[in-house]
Nanobody
């Protein structure tokens, strides 16, 4: 079992930035982020993930969010810039073995961290 612990969420005004962090208790090849907007189910498509130096971004965040990881610390980061009110959501860190060019099927999930963007 892998434990994932997120941090870095909070409230920010539109146009601002936040940096999320997720520490894993063990290394997994694929790590990324999903989100759940208020009143909606968690999106089945990741907003960003990374594996073997490759990164993937959903169109909704491309150019604004940057995912990176430090394997020495088993940590993945999500730098979020130019935040919009529609980015308001609970952000979940995820990890697993199965991912590729356009898919990511996590085996493990964090507890989530709230991001609120006000206009």
């Amino acid at each position: 079992q892998v434990q994932l612990v997120e941090s870095g969420g909070g409230s920010v005004q539109a146009g601002g930035s936040l940096r999320l962090s997720c520490v894993a208790s063990a290394y997994r090849a694929c790590m990324g982020w999903f989100r759940q907007a208020p009143g909606k189910e968690r999106e089945g498509v990741p907003i960003a993930y990374t594996t073997s130096g490759t990164t993937y971004y959903a169109d909704s965040v491309k150019g604004r969010f940057t995912i990176s990881r430090d394997n020495t610390k088993s940590t993945v980061y999500l730098q979020m810039n130019s935040l919009k009110p529609e980015d308001t959501a609970i952000y979940y860190c995820a990890a697993g073995f199965t991912c590729g060019t356009s898919f990511f099927r996590p085996n493990y999930w964090g507890q989530g961290t709230q991001v609120t963007v006000s206009s």
